[in-house]
């Protein structure tokens, strides 16, 4: 395996599940997990001007672009919090969690002054910011050493190294986990923190806001027969399917790791979830008593059989929510509730209520991409198909 162990300027992080779908004519769905742990991949982009480093990537990539590459993730730095001696089968490090830090898996402890001295040792258990090793350090490492979660990857077979000028070079590597032995990790699905996905009906709530804009997909596949005179018609759908596009900015480790989770924890496109449109669906148009069952609206544009049965979000002024379901519809400009908000919304307060549509929906891909712009902030684009 060959070692890459200096730093990124900017690297992209994937987790990759794989899931099949069978859709029925109605859009009821089966869907079944190929995957049993998300695959990890990366996009590496480099700008180097030194001279060693641009001598290593070239012999590398003359020799050794088809064999395996260890690479350190970089936006999951962390640091030696004493010194870590020759011998030593633990580390005391300044942080460990929402880190692809794991039981099994590998790290890498590199030289401050030196790229090209480092040490990957393997993780048997984490505590707290104590990661024990499988082993024990063969060199000794000052307190502020950097250390990195290590995967052993495949890169692409095709590789370029762009030369800017005669001393500044880039490079931009994509590597994808490597799975060639038997692993020698357990995986246990992530567990959701229902404070940042709190549960409706049995289902989590997502309910990170996107950044604009949003995009809404509408898919209604049909076909049209008779060239040469009458046409008739056939619905490839028994009704339109809906989607959402939308990027998110998580500007914490925590929030970045807190989706990765819920990602995995859902496998992907498996697992189904609640996400309000955040639209301005149906807009109150009347206050509200904390009693009120039915609520005025402005015009609906939809059928009873059309909106009965489905489930709203209300975001009041102070920014604190409700969910409901939809249990009637009297007329064309307002809604019955299957139980009362519970606080009074004046008239004043209409105008700061959103009130959209809340869908039962799962993800429309099977990977999520992050996009770091520095260690701790990240951008990423996800699909939400609605079921």
Same mark, same amino acid.
């Given at each position: 395996?060959?070692?890459?162990?200096?730093?990124?300027?900017?690297?992209?992080?994937?987790?990759?599940?794989?899931?099949?779908?069978?859709?029925?004519?109605?859009?009821?769905?089966?869907?079944?997990?190929?995957?049993?742990?998300?695959?990890?991949?990366?996009?590496?982009?480099?700008?180097?001007?030194?001279?060693?480093?641009?001598?290593?990537?070239?012999?590398?990539?003359?020799?050794?672009?088809?064999?395996?590459?260890?690479?350190?993730?970089?936006?999951?730095?962390? @640091? #030696?919090? &004493? /010194?870590?001696? !020759? %011998?030593?089968?633990?580390?005391?490090?300044? $942080?460990?969690?929402?880190?692809?830090?794991?039981?099994?898996?590998?790290?890498?402890?590199?030289?401050?002054?030196?790229?090209?001295?480092?040490?990957?040792?393997?993780?048997?258990?984490?505590?707290?910011?104590?990661?024990?090793?499988?082993? @024990? #350090?063969? &060199? /000794?490492?000052? !307190? %502020?050493?950097?250390?990195?979660?290590?995967? $052993?990857?495949?890169?692409?077979?095709?590789?370029?190294?762009?030369?800017?000028?005669?001393?500044?070079?880039?490079?931009?590597?994509?590597?994808?986990?490597?799975?060639?032995?038997?692993?020698?990790?357990?995986?246990?699905?992530?567990?959701?923190?229902?404070?940042?996905?709190?549960?409706?009906?049995?289902?989590?709530?997502?309910?990170?806001?996107?950044?604009?804009?949003?995009?809404?997909?509408?898919?209604?596949?049909?076909?049209?027969?008779?060239?040469?005179?009458?046409?008739?018609?056939?619905?490839?759908?028994?009704?339109?399917?809906?989607?959402?596009?939308?990027?998110?900015?998580?500007?914490?480790?925590?929030?970045?790791?807190?989706?990765?989770?819920?990602?995995?924890?859902?496998?992907?496109?498996?697992?189904?979830?609640?996400?309000?449109?955040?639209?301005?669906?149906?807009?109150?148009?009347?206050?509200?008593?904390?009693?009120?069952?039915?609520?005025?609206?402005?015009?609906?544009?939809?059928?009873?059989?059309?909106?009965?049965?489905?489930?709203?979000?209300?975001?009041?002024?102070?920014?604190?929510?409700?969910?409901?379901?939809?249990?009637?519809?009297?007329?064309?400009?307002?809604?019955?509730?299957?139980?009362?908000?519970?606080?009074?919304?004046?008239?004043?307060?209409?105008?700061?209520?959103?009130?959209?549509?809340?869908?039962?929906?799962?993800?429309?891909?099977?990977?999520?991409?992050?996009?770091?712009?520095?260690?701790?902030?990240?951008?990423?684009?996800?699909?939400?198909?609605?079921?």
């Amino acid at each position: 395996m060959l070692d890459l162990t200096f730093e990124m300027n900017t690297q992209n992080i994937s987790h990759t599940w794989m899931t099949t779908i069978q859709e029925n004519i109605i859009g009821i769905e089966k869907r079944s997990a190929i995957y049993t742990w998300p695959r990890v991949s990366f996009n590496n982009k480099l700008y180097f001007g030194d001279q060693d480093k641009k001598r290593f990537i070239r012999a590398n990539f003359l020799n050794n672009i088809n064999n395996t590459w260890g690479i350190p993730i970089v936006s999951d730095r962390t @640091t #030696l919090t &004493s /010194t870590a001696s !020759a %011998g030593q089968s633990s580390i005391t490090v300044d $942080e460990a969690t929402n880190r692809h830090f794991y039981a099994g898996r590998d790290c890498v402890l590199i030289s401050l002054t030196d790229w090209e001295t480092y040490e990957v040792a393997t993780i048997s258990a984490i505590s707290g910011t104590t990661l024990t090793l499988s082993g @024990t #350090l063969d &060199s /000794t490492w000052p !307190a %502020g050493t950097n250390i990195y979660p290590f995967y $052993e990857c495949r890169i692409e077979q095709e590789q370029t190294r762009d030369v800017q000028a005669s001393n500044v070079n880039s490079i931009n590597i994509s590597a994808r986990e490597s799975f060639e032995e038997h692993r020698t990790f357990s995986y246990t699905l992530p567990t959701i923190d229902t404070d940042v996905f709190p549960v409706y009906n049995s289902l989590n709530l997502f309910l990170y806001k996107p950044i604009d804009p949003i995009t809404e997909l509408y898919i209604h596949p049909f076909s049209i027969f008779g060239p040469y005179g009458i046409q008739s018609y056939y619905s490839s759908y028994g009704s339109t399917r809906a989607a959402f596009k939308r990027t998110f900015i998580c500007n914490t480790r925590k929030m970045i790791y807190d989706l990765f989770d819920f990602f995995d924890a859902k496998q992907g496109r498996l697992g189904s979830f609640y996400v309000p449109t955040f639209m301005g669906d149906i807009i109150i148009s009347a206050e509200v008593d904390s009693t009120d069952l039915t609520l005025t609206t402005r015009k609906l544009y939809m059928t009873a059989d059309e909106i009965v049965g489905q489930h709203i979000y209300i975001r009041l002024e102070d920014k604190s929510y409700v969910c409901r379901e939809i249990t009637a519809r009297p007329s064309t400009t307002s809604i019955t509730i299957d139980t009362p908000i519970g606080t009074d919304i004046p008239t004043a307060d209409l105008k700061n209520t959103l009130c959209c549509f809340l869908h039962e929906s799962r993800f429309g891909v099977d990977e999520i991409t992050y996009e770091y712009y520095v260690e701790n902030i990240a951008e990423t684009k996800l699909r939400f198909d609605i079921l």
